[in-house]
């Protein structure tokens, strides 16, 4: 009798453990399919307009495909049957600022498009790796983890490339770096904690600054759309930050039986305790935020440069301007969605930078930046196809020996923390 219940237990156990399992794969799926609905949908959206060759609207409202040349006050005209023809200025309409309405196709953006100001845009956007480097190995160091800064430079690469070449998106990336630098400490919850707070000190300094700009920035109409969508985030993120550090928050204590049903409470608390280990270094905080700043200018540059090359409206009087927009594609690109934000942020694109581009110029400037950020991503496939981004065997044996010479370490780890 008792081998009859325990085999029905186990059975229910084994049938309870499949029905989870495809509940899981279930929810998989459905977001799954969710991500590609939207990303199919946006690029359906982002392709309406977008032309091989170029059109010229007249007086008339017809409308003229073919290769466009502007002389002076006139306009050239090849059209797709090989006639050509020259019109004068007052057979074409114009825009609200006077200029010529004429789209130009993906054909003539790419085609004329300055290919030095492409080279330029990669050689712009490939340091950008290093001060992100430098800014992983000081929040390590913050957590009284040593790194070596050419092994954070591998793994910053890794993980770009698997962010950037993977449809995994940014989690891989994260997942990677998270993985292996905790290979180098015998700290595994604080090297994992100092990814997620690496991520947030980048979502974050990106935010403030394009925040800053549309606050005390030239003043534009679709700059005064993003306002609330910026000031907004920006509030809560202070606020909650703010309360989470203060006192009050540390006051709020929770009955033992609450924090027993908490999975992985003892993680929770070490990465709590991670958290404000990190608050408490403010010249950390602040250098790692002048890196983000220093990288995302770089990056910015470089996505202005490909703008020039596909000879959009670019100049200085409105470089703050694409930088904002910059910034929103940036963080549409971390919402969780299409893999780096596949389709949403050619549509915020065309949304945007409208005023500056036919709807072929701002998609090809969109999928240049996309070749500038891979080709800049590249050496990360040499690094994970190598694994030099693993720790040295020497490296290994210490972090053993401190392991297990360490008491502290086979203590509960409310004692850990209390000891340490």
């Known amino acids: 009798m008792r081998t009859r219940c325990r085999r029905g237990g186990a059975v229910n156990a084994s049938s309870d453990f499949s029905a989870a399992i495809m509940q899981s794969k279930a ?63 007052e057979e074409v309409a114009r825009d609200k600022d006077g200029a010529f309405r004429i789209s130009f196709g993906i054909a003539t953006a790419w085609g004329d498009s300055h290919k030095s100001f492409l080279l330029l845009a990669l050689a712009l956007h490939f340091p950008v790796v290093f001060p992100q480097a430098l800014r992983f190995q000081w929040l390590l160091a913050a957590q009284n983890i040593t790194v070596g800064y050419w092994e954070c430079v591998k793994l910053s690469f890794a993980g770009n490339f698997l962010n950037f070449a993977t449809p995994l998106g940014s989690h891989a ?83 033992p039986s609450v924090l027993s049903r908490i999975p992985m409470i003892d993680h929770l608390r070490r990465m709590d305790r991670a958290a404000r280990t990190l608050a408490g270094h403010l010249p950390v905080v602040f250098g790692a935020v002048f890196l983000t700043v220093a990288l995302q200018a770089l990056a910015l540059l470089a996505y202005f ?19 904002t927009y910059y910034y929103t594609g940036t963080i549409v690109q971390a919402l969780p969605g299409p893999p780096q934000g596949l389709g949403t ?76």
């Open 305 to 323: 440069a490909v703008a020039v090359a596909v000879m959009m409206d670019a100049h200085f009087g409105n470089i703050l301007e694409y930088f």
């Open 27 to 89: 929810k998989r799926l459905l977001f799954n399919a969710i991500r590609i609905g939207i990303c199919v949908g946006a690029l359906w959206i982002v392709g309406r307009g977008v032309t091989l060759r170029d059109n010229v609207t007249l007086v008339d409202g017809t409308s003229l495909s073919g290769t466009v040349r502007v002389v002076g006050e006139s306009v050239d005209l090849v059209t797709t049957d090989g006639d050509r023809r020259t019109l004068a200025a």
């Open 173 to 255: 990336g994260d997942a990677f770096k998270a993985y292996f630098a905790s290979l180098h400490t015998e700290h595994k919850t604080e090297a994992v904690t100092t990814v997620v707070l690496d991520r947030i000190i980048g979502l974050g300094t990106l935010l403030l600054v394009a925040t800053l700009i549309i606050t005390f920035g030239p003043s534009g109409e679709q700059l005064s759309l993003l306002r609330p969508y910026l000031l907004i985030p920006m509030g809560i993120g202070v606020f909650g930050g703010a309360f989470y550090l203060s006192p009050l928050f540390r006051m709020i204590k929770l009955p």
């Open 345 to 420: 942020v050619e549509l915020a694109y065309r949304f945007f930078f409208a005023p500056y581009g036919s709807a072929s110029q701002i998609v090809c400037m969109a999928l240049s930046i996309r070749i500038v950020v891979l080709v800049c991503a590249v050496p990360g496939l040499l690094v994970t196809l190598s694994g030099s981004y693993r720790p040295k065997a020497e490296g290994l044996e210490a972090i053993e020996h401190e392991m297990d010479g360490d008491s502290v370490m086979g203590l509960p780890v409310d004692q850990q923390l209390a000891t340490t």
